[in-house]
């Protein structure tokens, strides 16, 4: 079975613009979960979505936004990019939204804001 | 609010030595879940094991093992006779409820170098 696939695998942009990253979760994983990784560091948790309904929500601003639709797929979108934000961002998804379940990570998409 | 701490920065070792990567918690919560997470230089996150708070009895995976005690909040990760394919950066991570969801609450890492 496929994993965890997150597009696209690098972006650059610049300050200002908008972004949009895509995940898609293993066959039959009802909930997806974003994460940034910042070099050096551990990820740091930005959404949890289940079932389409945002289930927690990690200390990110307001320009940092993410919806799941009826096939279980994400997207995470960032406006106003600011250097800060040129990241690894990973995708997890796993079976369940309650609960603690393993949660399998994509292989992320790294964002350079330039 | 939880956290996990990872003291060891980087570790460096070679073949064949066993070298064990420390990680210590901190949670208010009765019942938890820990993790171990492996990423390689292609930046994945590669799950290893989940282990939940009233699980306290050590497992063993091939040359990888997990010592969980919870009077120390410890949960330590041995790997038996080190291959320079497990080069890479190693995550504890503790669950933490959220919302009506869960998320992972992240150490900082260990890089642990394994030279031929």
């Known amino acids: 079975d496929a994993g965890v696939t997150q597009s696209p695998t690098h972006l650059i942009k610049t300050r200002g613009q908008h972004v949009t990253l895509r995940c898609s979760p293993i066959s039959g994983h009802k909930s997806v979960s974003w994460y940034q990784q910042v070099l050096g560091q551990g990820p740091q948790f930005i959404f949890q979505?289940?079932?389409?309904?945002?289930?927690g929500r990690g200390n990110f601003p307001d320009r940092f936004s993410a919806r799941q639709f009826p096939n279980y797929s994400s997207e995470l979108n960032v406006n106003a990019l600011l250097l800060g934000d040129s990241a690894l961002y990973l995708c997890?998804?796993?079976?369940?939204?309650?609960?603690?379940?393993?949660?399998?990570f994509g292989p992320g998409t790294r964002l350079t804001v330039t | 609010a939880q956290k996990v701490t990872q003291a060891q920065t980087e570790i460096s070792v070679v073949e064949k030595e066993d070298v064990t990567l420390d990680c210590v918690y901190e949670t208010r919560d009765t019942t938890y879940y820990l993790f171990w997470y492996k990423q390689p230089p292609s930046g994945e996150l590669v799950f290893l094991i989940r282990?939940?708070?009233?699980?306290?009895q050590n497992e063993i995976s091939g040359r990888y093992s997990w010592n969980f005690q919870k009077s120390t909040s410890s949960f330590n990760f041995t790997i038996t006779a080190s291959q320079v394919v497990d080069s890479a950066v190693y995550f504890c991570a503790l669950s933490e409820a959220i919302g009506y969801g869960n998320k992972l609450v992240f150490g900082a890492g260990t890089i642990l170098r394994v030279k031929s």
């Open positions: 979505y289940y079932e389409k309904e945002e289930r």
């Open positions: 282990r939940n708070s009233f699980d306290e």
């Open positions: 997890a998804s796993s079976p369940r939204g309650q609960g603690t379940y393993e949660q399998y």
